[in-house]
């Protein structure tokens, strides 16, 4: 019996590090073909979950407004928030990726409206925004990417304009959310997420239940 317990564990110490590499590699993997992934992110099946407008009514936001979209993807949300806030506001397109950058700016140029934004190339562990610079930073579909989350958003703090928001959506880690096309295992749940931004220094100060698949937590300094 005692080999195939001293088997059985050496299995899974062997495993161990690979499910942790594996897990830690789909959190950051890079899409194979970026431009397919970007489409698909501002397809129109994403609006009917989504509800973009009402998620943007809900947040108040208002002419000469500063606005960060941390992991801003393909654009889908900074477009709408350079309409809200109009070329008096500012909006910051935040991402990791170069290439959905320069998508997002594309396509915010191809709206034909005067606009202010500014399209900046982070770093994992850092969103590289000015200081003091931010009414509200916007965070969809992106805090699962995340590590270190609770030393992020503490770190954060210094861009953010007295009486600032975070405002947090993503996809439950369960049924609730559907098929999303990859596996949940590292999805983040909404009761995490409170807690982690506890630890960095926020209360949770609004949370909204309308989107189907997904949670929508607003965030501020305690």
């Given at each position: 019996?005692?080999?195939?317990?001293?088997?059985?564990?050496?299995?899974?110490?062997?495993?161990?590090?690979?499910?942790?590499?594996?897990?830690?590699?789909?959190?950051?993997q890079?899409?194979?073909d970026?431009k397919?992934?970007?489409?698909?992110?501002?397809?129109?099946e994403?609006d009917?979950?989504?509800?973009?407008s009402?998620?943007?009514?809900?947040?108040?936001?208002?002419?000469?407004?500063a606005?960060?979209?941390?992991?801003?993807?393909?654009?889908?949300?900074?477009?709408?928030?350079?309409?809200?806030?109009?070329?008096?506001?500012?909006?910051?397109?935040?991402?990791?990726?170069p290439?959905?950058?320069?998508?997002a700016?594309?396509?915010v140029?191809?709206?034909?409206?005067?606009?202010?934004?500014e399209?900046?190339?982070?770093?994992?562990?850092?969103?590289?925004?000015?200081?003091?610079?931010?009414?509200?930073?916007?965070?969809?579909?992106t805090i699962?990417?995340?590590?270190?989350?609770?030393?992020?958003?503490?770190?954060?703090?210094?861009?953010?304009?007295?009486?600032?928001?975070?405002?947090?959506?993503?996809?439950?880690?369960?049924?609730?959310?559907?098929?999303?096309?990859?596996?949940?295992?590292?999805?983040?749940s909404?009761?995490?997420i409170i807690?982690?931004?506890a630890?960095?220094?926020?209360r949770?100060?609004r949370?909204?239940?309308?989107?189907p698949?997904?949670?929508?937590?607003?965030?501020?300094?305690?």
């Open positions: 019996m005692k080999p195939i317990i001293l088997l059985a564990a050496l299995c899974a110490f062997l495993a161990g590090p690979a499910l942790a590499q594996e897990q830690h590699q789909h959190q950051h890079r899409p194979d970026i397919q992934y970007l489409e698909h992110l501002d397809s129109t994403r009917r979950y989504q509800k973009p009402e998620v943007i009514d809900v947040l108040k936001l208002k002419p000469g407004m606005v960060a979209d941390l992991g801003s993807g393909s654009g889908y949300f900074t477009r709408r928030f350079v309409e809200a806030v109009t070329e008096t506001g500012i909006v910051y397109a935040v991402d990791v990726e290439e959905m950058l320069a998508y700016k594309e396509s140029i191809h709206m034909h409206v005067g606009y202010s934004a399209f900046i190339l982070a770093q994992p562990d850092n969103p590289k925004l000015p200081f003091g610079s931010v009414d509200l930073l916007f965070v969809c579909n699962h990417h995340l590590e270190n989350r609770s030393k992020y958003f503490s770190d954060l703090r210094s861009s953010l304009k007295p009486g600032a928001r975070i405002a947090i959506i993503d996809f439950y880690p369960d049924e609730r959310s559907g098929d999303l096309g990859f596996p949940k295992h590292h999805l983040v909404r009761d995490t807690a982690e931004m630890e960095g220094g926020y949770l100060s949370e909204h239940d309308f989107l698949r997904q949670y929508f937590l607003e965030f501020m300094s305690k």
